[in-house]
């Protein structure tokens, strides 16, 4: 059934995984706005690793790091191995005086790179977060094989996407915990992230099956989608 939402979200995601980057520009409109609304959904995840995680000294890396916002929240938690890669150029840029403004510039570290391609030894990595990058992957088939390769015995990878097909009782649930009005948290996802129904029998489970076995599983919290990975 034809559905403008999807559509819109369709071509949105279309777009975004075919560019990858985002241009300089809408980078720094990025750091100002999107920045905050998702400064809430950061925080939490931060919180969710520092829960799992006692020992400040793993190793962790963000992939599709954007302006810093989620591993900032880490470094304020205590830890000190840090890494962001971003393929933009100027993202990194704009994190990296993120972390100088904070004061936080010693204890994290942004690189430019594409994440089809982590360069990490195999084994090397703890903790393995994204959140709303998912959808500019253009071959996930190959970031969830990097991931896996990289992560160390007992690793945990935590991707976060958003998703706009979901009720609308679970989008006001979400626009509470994450503190973003209701009409936000229903547009947010339709440009910015991936349907819940391409994680359960789309492309993006095809590439979950085709590479990762028994080592994953997806669940849903209103409009946020998480796929956890494991190693060991």
């Known amino acids: 059934m034809f559905s403008l939402s999807g559509f819109v979200n369709f071509l949105s995601t279309f777009v975004q995984r075919r560019v990858q980057s985002i241009p300089s520009i809408p980078a720094y409109l990025y750091n100002v706005l999107p920045r905050r609304i998702l400064s809430r959904l950061h925080y ?17 890396v963000d992939l599709g790091s954007g302006t810093g916002s989620l591993l900032l929240n880490l470094a304020r938690f205590g830890y000190g191995y840090l890494v962001g890669i971003d393929i933009s150029r100027t993202m990194c840029r704009i994190a990296r005086l993120n972390a100088l ?6 204890h994290v570290d942004f690189i430019v790179g594409d994440v089809h391609n982590l360069p990490f030894r195999s084994r090397s990595i703890n ?13 996930p088939h190959v970031l969830f094989s990097e991931v896996l390769r ?15 097909d979901v009720s609308f009782s679970e989008a006001l649930a979400s626009a509470r915990k994450l503190q973003i009005t209701p009409l936000l948290i229903k547009t947010l996802p339709i440009l910015h992230g ?4 391409e994680f359960i029998d ?7 099956r085709a590479c990762c076995r028994n080592k994953y599983e997806v669940s849903f919290d209103g409009i946020v989608t998480l796929v956890k990975l494991s190693y060991g």
């Open 44 to 60: 939490l995840v931060a919180l969710g690793v520092a829960r799992v995680f006692r020992d400040r000294s793993i190793r962790i």
């Open 101 to 106: 403004l904070e004061r936080l510039y010693s």
């Open 127 to 139: 903790c393995i977060l994204s959140t709303g990058a998912l959808h500019h992957i253009r071959r």
């Open 150 to 164: 990289v992560l160390c015995r007992g690793g945990l990878a935590l991707i976060y996407e958003f998703s706009y």
């Open 194 to 197: 991936i349907p819940r129904r």
């Open 202 to 208: 789309g492309f993006i489970a095809s590439a979950l």
